[in-house]
């Protein structure tokens, strides 16, 4: 099992910037990949960034350029991080870490609880 705990939510204005970050602990060796979604009000959970065990990155169109995905480890943890600049409103949504896991050739994912994100016009 991974356990995931987010931080690094909040309010923020149009054009400002937050770090959101997530530490998974339990079995990260079998993680093999890390990805952020959000969910707005009245909308369906939506994919925003994920990044793999060997570095790769992919995002929505709607965040490229401005959100920068990024992953450690240490102290027997695994953390990705969500550098979120240049806000709009529309950004605003609860955003979840979720991690992709792979154990004796089946995969499952983990999901975090949720960090608040709200941007005012």
């Known amino acids: 099992q991974v356990q995931l705990v987010e931080s690094g939510g909040g309010l923020v204005q149009a054009g400002g910037s937050l770090r ?15 990805g952020w979604y959000r969910q707005a009000p009245g909308e369906q959970r939506e994919f925003v960034a994920g ?41 605003t949504a609860i955003y979840y870490c979720n991690v992709d896991i792979v154990e004796r050739g089946v995969q499952t994912n983990a999901w ?3 960090t608040q ?3 005012s016009p």
């Open 20 to 34: 959101l970050s997530c530490a998974a602990s339990g079995r990260i060796l079998s993680i093999v990949t890390m």
């Open 117 to 119: 994100v709200t941007v």
């Open 51 to 91: 990044i793999s065990i060997g570095g790769i990155t992919n995002y929505a169109d709607s965040v490229k350029g401005r959100f920068t995905i990024s992953r450690d480890n240490a102290n027997n943890k695994a953390y990705v991080y969500l550098q979120m600049n240049s806000l709009k409103p529309e950004d």
């Open 112 to 114: 975090g609880q949720g």
